[in-house]
């Protein structure tokens, strides 16, 4: 079964102290992992889309890197407008009509 | 969020009453999901369409019907609703089905 494991389910920085978000993935065949950020009371919003292990992708303070096992955001230097939550989805070759399979979110509070 | 529009924002309803909620696109994209999300859980697929008058159902579908008449339109209907059905409930959009999704900003459903 495909499953999405994200850890931790909270996390508490202090502005500037970085720090990474892991999403630990089991599929039959990747054909995609894909990172959103949601906001309260909002829809996720997309971030990156990573297609293969060694790929890595950027965005101001944040950078997704991808094994064949597992994905890492990582947060350098976080501001608080980076509090959020984020979120891991999967998506299988063969899946129905391209589902995304999604773990539960990893809380990040950024303190001033 | 851009091209894509979820109403009602919030609705109130009672056990055993039918409910519609409806999601609207302006991106003239074929695929159209709804998601349903829980404390706890992380977005679960309800149903999703590839096309006008083309639906499956996804991995949460008991008690939920949708239509899809128009490329624009994509309905879910709670037929009666119940208490488990509370929940915060959110449409996607894909133009491929395979590159992500752009969701909406979701519909938060109180059974009461």
């Known amino acids: 079964e495909d499953q999405v494991t994200q850890s931790p389910e909270a996390l508490r920085l202090q502005e500037g102290e970085s720090s990474s978000l892991n999403c630990s993935y089991t599929v039959s065949g990747l054909r995609g992992l894909f990172w959103y950020r949601q906001d309260p009371g909002k829809g996720p919003e997309f971030l990156f889309t990573?297609?293969?292990a060694g790929e890595e992708k950027e965005k101001e303070r944040l950078k997704a890197t991808l094994t064949k096992k597992e994905s890492f955001l990582h947060i350098t230097a976080p501001k608080p407008e980076d509090s959020a939550t984020y979120l891991c989805?999967?998506?299988?070759?063969?899946?129905?009509?391209?589902?995304?399979?999604f773990g539960k979110g990893t809380k990040l509070s950024v303190k001033p | 969020d851009a091209g894509i529009t979820q109403s009602p924002r919030h609705k109130v309803t009672e056990t055993g009453t039918p409910v519609t909620l409806r999601c609207h696109q302006t991106?003239?994209?074929?695929?159209m999901y709804w998601y349903r999300q829980d404390p706890g859980h992380g977005l679960r697929l309800i149903h999703y369409?590839?096309?006008?008058?083309?639906?499956d159902k996804g991995e949460v579908s008991d008690g939920y019907s949708v239509s899809r008449s128009k490329t624009e339109d994509f309905l879910l209907t709670l037929e009666s609703a119940t208490s488990s059905q509370t929940s915060v409930y959110f449409c996607a959009i894909s133009g491929n089905g395979y590159y992500g999704y752009t969701f909406g900003s979701g519909t938060r459903l109180t059974v009461v």
């Open positions: 990573l297609y293969s």
């Open positions: 991106e003239n994209h074929r695929y």
């Open positions: 989805a999967v998506q299988a070759y063969g899946g129905s009509q391209g589902n995304l399979i």
């Open positions: 369409s590839y096309g006008v008058k083309d639906t």
